[in-house]
């Protein structure tokens, strides 16, 4: 039988209850305990929690010596600390309901438990390490020992994810993870990413790793650059091409209807200009030749020889890379507007039984700078609204990252039913987390400005119930590492002539310099300290006074009464 931790103080409302502990270090805020209901285990998440004693404030006083060694000095045991914590009642597990609240608050006395691991796996995680269909993205982060915090790869698929954080909180970090992941032998997914940092190719290295492979199986890992990521403007469903011209006016629809309607079936951007004209010389005319000349010609994504086929990009067990660095943010909404239209069609195709393009497989698509494409302004809006809202019906799965979760429609986030929030600085992003993410609870959303890189709140249907979560390492290496200016600049001068005895010499003495400076003011801190805190409490010892300064009343009585006192506040 485990250990109780603490004990039940009292419940607060229906779902919450207080205990009382004198563990200081593992019941931290988010921290999983139970307590048992008719044998059976009712998990809550810890929300808070502050110490039962604090010290009296003339205690305080004095910056330079710890309270602590005043009541040393005072003959006060202070070895146990009490704390109250705060829980929340989530429930008992169970396996085709989830979780089922009691509403019953353990009563005053109830002994309380620190969740095991092996408990916490089974109740909040739908997968186990390794499963097929499992996502393995992390370990919880209040526990020493890894408990691995694993999310469900089929939910994510037909439901989403959003991942959403301010810059340089591991995002991009966590999406390889979750890339990885979808590649291993126990997933083998069909995956595509929008890359527009360049920053997803290292994953090509998976192909050579034994943790990817499998006796029949290995990943491949697809990079297209930006002369590879090509749409043929003849592949282009007219909606398609009408959707990339801007402004169009009913003459000019029409008219490049009939010029559209007259192509063959493999034309240039130039013949369909001809055409036009041919057609009709007029203000008309010439505006659509102008929109197509700058809108389609003008645009590198859009070729007149060059494609590529859904089938080269996407298939169980390949990970396609489209590197879409270089290239304008206009031309990058317009790719992901033609392709992801074309994915989800080709996907609608399958399930109907219709012929044309078809994908007979589930897919998943991580689209970085999520922002970008999804906000009401961008011309890959409304596929991306529409896939994030029938794309669950067709298996077409989205993972949006963004640093800008306020810049998305909230429409399309609501969509995301996992959501992973990282660090959020930006008051504006927090409020906005906090209105469109509402499986987070609001403690955990208290969490999101203390989070550093690599720590995250995971929620939604893929994980039972909300968790903080350690991101787990890379196997391979993240693209995305932040740039070393000052070493940058170092290795630069020390390669101009004779600047490497410049720098290195300099570098050496001020090194040298400083930890010497260093040892020196840490000794004669550390003494300062000693023979402050030998005159503190020799003064204490005196005058029964605590403060440093301040007038004394140097009599022995008055150490008897701030002693007690003391031991007043402190046991009380
Ligand atoms: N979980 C992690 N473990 C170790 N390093 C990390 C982790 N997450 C991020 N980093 C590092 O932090 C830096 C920024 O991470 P990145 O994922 O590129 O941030 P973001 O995409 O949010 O801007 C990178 O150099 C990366 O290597
Ligand atoms: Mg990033």
């Given at each position: 039988?485990?250990?109780p ?25 988010g ?5 048992i ?5 009712v998990?809550?998440?810890?929300v808070?929690r502050?110490p039962?004693?604090?010290?009296p404030?003339?205690?305080l006083?004095?910056?330079?010596i ?11 045991n202070?070895?146990?600390q ?6 929340c ?11 089922v609240n ?11 438990y620190?969740a ?21 993205v ?5 526990r020493d ?6 999310l ?7 439901e989403h ?5 301010s ?9 390889g993870?979750?890339?990885?992941e ?8 069909a ?7 360049g ?6 290295e998976m192909e ?8 029949n ?12 990521v ?22 000019m ?5 009939n010029?559209y ?11 369909l ?17 102008w ?7 003008g645009?590198d ?12 990009l ?28 074309r ?9 109907k039984?219709?012929?044309?393009e ?13 922002h970008?494409?999804?906000s ?10 529409t ?9 077409v799965?989205?993972?949006?990252i ?12 609501s ?5 992973v929030?990282m ?22 959303l208290d969490?999101l ?13 893929s994980i ?8 787990r390492e890379?196997l391979?290496?993240?693209?995305g ?36 400076k ?16 030998g ?5 204490v ?9 301040g007038?004394?009343?140097?009599t ?17």
């Amino acid at each position: 039988m485990p250990q109780p931790v603490g004990t039940v103080r009292s419940p607060e409302g229906t779902y919450e209850f207080t205990f009382v502990t004198s563990d200081e270090k593992k019941l931290k805020s988010g921290e999983f305990v139970y307590y048992i209901l008719d044998g059976k285990k009712v998990m809550c998440r810890i929300v808070k929690r502050k110490p039962l004693r604090t010290y009296p404030d003339s205690f305080l006083s004095s910056p330079t010596i710890h309270p602590s060694k005043i009541l040393k000095a005072l003959g006060i045991n202070n070895d146990t600390q009490l704390f109250e914590v705060k829980a929340c009642v989530m429930g008992y597990y169970d396996k085709k309901l989830g979780f089922v609240n009691p509403r019953i608050p353990p009563p005053p006395g109830e002994p309380v438990y620190l969740a095991e691991s092996d408990v916490i796996q089974e109740t909040l995680m739908k997968k186990r390490v390794g499963e097929i269909g499992s996502l393995h993205v992390g370990y919880l982060l209040n526990r020493d020992e890894d408990v691995p915090v694993v999310l469900d790869a089929s939910l994510i698929t037909s439901e989403h994810l959003c991942i959403l954080a301010s810059t340089g909180s591991g995002k991009s970090y966590l999406s390889g993870v979750i890339a990885e992941e979808l590649m291993k032998p126990y997933n083998r997914a069909a995956v595509l990413v929008l890359d527009p940092h360049g920053e997803y190719h290292t994953l090509k290295e998976m192909e050579g790793m034994d943790e990817f492979c499998s006796d029949n199986y290995r990943p491949r890992v697809r990079v297209f650059g930006k002369d590879e990521v090509k749409i043929r403007l003849c592949e282009l469903e007219y909606s398609e091409l009408v959707g990339i011209l801007p402004n169009l006016s009913d003459k000019m629809e029409a008219l490049l209807k009939n010029a559209y309607e007259n192509m063959p079936e493999k034309f240039t951007s130039q013949q369909l200009i001809d055409e036009i004209m041919r057609m009709d010389d007029s203000y008309t005319s010439r505006a659509l030749v102008w929109r197509i000349r700058r809108y389609i010609q003008g645009m590198d994504v859009i070729d007149d020889y060059i494609h590529m086929e859904l089938k080269d990009l996407l298939r169980p067990g390949q990970l396609s890379v489209l590197q879409l660095y270089e290239m304008s943010d206009l031309e990058q909404q317009v790719l992901a507007s033609v392709l992801l239209n074309r994915i989800l069609n080709a996907r609608i195709a399958a399930e109907k039984g219709k012929t044309g393009e078809v994908l007979e497989y589930p897919v998943f698509i991580i689209v970085e700078e999520a922002h970008r494409f999804a906000s009401r302004d961008a011309r890959s809006y409304d596929v991306m609204r529409t896939i994030l809202a029938e794309g669950r019906k067709f298996g077409v799965g989205v993972c949006l990252i963004s640093q800008r979760p306020s810049k998305i429609d909230p429409d399309i986030l609501s969509q995301c039913m996992t959501q992973v929030v990282m660090r959020i600085v930006n008051p504006a992003d927090q409020e906005n987390v906090r209105s469109s993410v509402e499986s987070i609870g609001r403690d955990l959303l208290d969490e999101l400005p203390g989070l550093t890189k690599g720590q995250a709140v995971v929620a939604g249907v893929s994980i039972n119930a909300p968790v903080l979560m350690r991101v787990r390492e890379r196997l391979t290496s993240h693209g995305g590492v932040s740039r070393d200016a000052p070493g940058e600049w170092m290795r630069w001068t020390s390669l101009m002539d004779g600047a490497v005895s410049v720098s290195s010499g300099f570098t050496g003495k001020a090194g040298n310099y400083s930890k010497e400076k260093d040892k020196k003011e840490k000794d004669k801190a550390e003494k300062d300290e000693k023979i402050e805190t030998g005159k503190e409490i020799e003064k204490v010892g005196k005058t029964g006074k605590a403060e440093k300064t301040g007038k004394s009343r140097g009599t022995k009585k008055g150490l008897k009464i701030k002693q007690k006192n003391a031991r007043l506040f402190w046991e009380e």
